[in-house]
């Protein structure tokens, strides 16, 4: 069974930071699965954030967070990073962690397999 599970949202000021994590629990080498992150807010479809392969070698952005943040995993300890700098209000939705079956990065969703539940994010101006 696959779970996914995210932590670090939360309210901060329009240029503040924050760091949310995502731990795998996984019936698979943690390494095998790309990840990515992507958020979503009420009565938009779910857009894609970031992603990263499995060794962590390659990585991709929306355009909108490039520069301001970084994706990244331990994969000794089965978790996957996002270090999300000079936040906007733009930037305020649920964000998710997702997990691939295959070890290459993927920008749609439909390229993911498991999902977490999502973390709040809300960025005040």
């Known amino acids: 069974q696959v779970q996914l599970v995210e932590s670090g949202g939360g309210l901060v000021q329009a240029g503040g930071s924050l760091r949310l994590s995502c731990v795998a629990s996984?019936?698979?080498?943690?390494?095998?699965?790309?990840m990515g992150w992507f958020r979503q807010v009420p009565g938009k479809e779910r857009e894609f954030v970031a992603t990263?392969?499995?060794?962590?070698?390659?990585?991709n952005y929306k355009a909108s967070v490039k520069g301001r943040f970084i994706i990244s995993r331990d994969n000794a300890k089965n978790t996957v990073y996002l270090q999300m700098n000079s936040l906007k209000t733009e930037d305020t939705a649920v964000y998710y962690c997702?997990?691939?079956?295959?070890?290459?990065?993927?920008?749609?969703?439909?390229?993911?397999?498991?999902w977490g539940q999502g973390t709040q994010v809300t960025v005040s101006s």
């Open positions: 997702a997990a691939r079956e295959e070890v290459t990065i993927a920008t749609r969703s439909s390229g993911y397999s498991f």
């Open positions: 996984f019936g698979r080498t943690f390494s095998s699965s790309g």
């Open positions: 990263i392969s499995g060794f962590g070698s390659v990585t």
